[in-house]
């Protein structure tokens, strides 16, 4: 089944009771048991839910996985993939990432004995130097979030492998529709699902995806036993939403490549962060385990003064200036003082990100609007 298909219809069948098309959303708290213990495999709605089990069933089949598990958040998913280590054990990650990923490592987690070490991914091989005893997993994205960088996940694969490690791959800029990184050799592949997978600006949801069984049961007890689930009109709004996914990531990377290379030829610009540019560090990695690149951008001003770039952000009309990524609405952010504000200021600048760096997330509007709208906000 291609991809296009899988949206529409992988895990998704008719409504054996009514015939509806739609995965009905079953608002309940509990399920009637005929018997104690003797139930339809359904007991209680934080464990399973019927359209919850369909949009993780969904999601597996995307990222051509076996297994898939919904969460209340991204940062959930995050949370029960953190809670499969135990004190003293050591994590090696990406040292540019999501500022909400950064802050439930550093505050929370470490203060239960979990130690993290942050490390410039763009050569793999550096990441054996940190490996030792104590290892037990290696978390990336790719693209990153905000600098755009790529990371090689076969070659990260190989070393985690080699070493008996865990890797996660945080998938969210990416989608399944332009990489698929178990396939690449990850063992973790994690989503906010509230960004591209349901791509409407209206759900707050993560997901993990994975194909050993110990590995989804234990997720699966976390996931219950924490109980951080989301609701099944949620998972019924991002069924909706996958459906598309295919339609809304052509578009969106067709108007990112417009954006990108419009931004590179502005007089104001002084660098644009983009991995279909074939001088951006790693594009041959990019060209070979994405399909496309996406509409995720950054970019710096020539002028880094904070007063020109809020005095621009400010005059956006049809991108909106706002937190999260991936609707189908263009949305502009400031992440050193959004998105990444909780990265002290000092670790922000050693992965690049300067106070004048501005993220675009592309939406699917007209192209020509979108650009209109960058000239009269540059003006």
Known sequence: MKFGTKCLHAGIKPDPSTGAIMTPIFQTSTYVQSSPGVHKGYEYARTQNPTRSVLEANIAALENGKFGLAFASGLAAIDAIVKLLEPGDEVISANDLYGGTYRIFTKVFEKYGIKFHFRDFSDPNSIEELINNNTKLIWLETPTNPMMNI???????????????????????????????????????????????????????????????????????LQNSCGAVPGPQDCFLVLRGIKTLHLRMGRHCKNGEIVANYLRNHHAVEKVFWPGFEDHPNHIVAREQMSNY?????????????????????????????????????LVGHPASMTHASIPKSEREKV???????????????????????DQAFG
């Open 294 to 330: 996406g509409g995720m951008i950054s970019f710096t001003l020539k002028e880094d003064d904070i007063k020109k770039v809020f005095g621009i952000l400010e005059k956006f009309k049809v991108f909106s200036l706002a937190e999260s990524l991936g609707g189908v609405e263009s």
């Open 151 to 221: 990371i090689d996940i076969k070659k990260v694969a190989e070393i985690s492998r080699k070493r008996k490690l865990l890797l996660a791959v945080d998938n969210t800029f990416a989608t399944p529709f332009l990489q698929t990184p178990l396939d690449l050799g990850a063992d973790i592949v994690m989503h906010s699902v509230t960004k591209y997978l349901a791509g409407h600006s209206d759900v707050v949801m993560g997901a993990i995806v994975v194909n050993d069984p110990q590995l989804k049961e234990q997720l699966a007890f």
């Open 352 to 374: 690049g990100l300067k106070d004048s760096l501005i993220r675009l997330s592309v939406g699917i509007e007209d192209a020509d609007d979108l650009i209109a709208d960058l």
